[in-house]
T-cell receptor, first 119, second 115 residues
């Protein structure tokens, strides 16, 4: 079973539209971290946000906002008034503690959602 | 802050040769570094994790003799693809995490093409 599910493979919107990217996660841990990363065509992953499992406060940063709901194990990402520069693949990721290994907390990525913003 | 560099950004090599990819954390000390592999239009797959001065821990199915990882200092990790073959062609991405948090920062990636 997937630990991080991004059901939307590809989304296309017209510039200035709002768009929400869905992310559902699965974990048995009580302490975990959720992330969103952006991967533009250049390939470099850009860190957008980190959320702790014990902090359900939603967050807004400019045109970006995140809705974290533990009751539904979801961490959705909304872009308001989308722009062409928002076109990228967006990854949701879960960091939870592993029993062994070098890195106690390791990221598990969803499959990504490709967002295309059409001018 | 939290910049991770990777070199080279792309490399083309002949089958059977070895290729070394460097990953550096430029403005923080990376106690843990990660190496990922990404095929076209797919997600990132973790290959291995390493702590500075320790042997890397490889994910299941990743050949440690083929993908040699060295994390010699708090700012440098290297991935060497030994005796590369066309099926090793991929986008390799490193990531680093410092002592102060749980956020991983990613390098720009290295596109490896093996002819």
């Amino acid at each position: 079973a997937q630990k991080v599910t991004q059901a939307q493979t590809e989304i296309s919107v017209v510039e200035k539209e709002d768009v929400t990217l869905d992310c559902v996660y699965e974990t048995r841990d009580t302490t975990y971290y959720l992330f969103w990363y952006k991967q533009p065509p250049s390939g470099e992953l850009v860190f957008l946000i980190r959320r702790n499992s014990f902090d359900e406060q939603n967050e807004i940063s400019g045109r970006y906002s995140w809705n974290f709901q533990k009751s539904t194990s979801s961490f959705n990402f909304t872009i308001t008034a989308s722009q062409v520069v928002d076109s990228a693949v967006y990854f949701c990721a879960l960091s939870e503690k592993r029993n062994s290994g070098a890195g106690s907390y390791q990221l598990t990525f969803g499959k990504g959602t490709k967002l295309s913003v059409i001018p | 802050g939290a910049v991770v560099s990777q070199h080279p950004s792309w490399v083309i090599c002949k089958s059977g040769t070895s290729v070394k990819i460097e990953c550096r954390s430029l403005d923080f000390q990376a106690t843990t570094m990660f190496w990922y592999r990404q095929f076209p239009k797919q997600s990132l797959m973790l290959m291995a994790t390493s702590n500075e001065g320790s042997k890397a821990t490889y994910e299941q199915g990743v050949e440690k003799d083929k993908f040699l990882i060295n994390h010699a200092s708090l700012t440098l990790s290297t991935l060497t693809v030994t005796s590369a073959h066309p099926e090793d062609s991929s986008f390799y991405i490193c990531s680093a995490r410092g002592t102060s948090g749980f956020t991983q920062y990613f390098g720009p990636g290295t596109r490896l093409t093996v002819l």
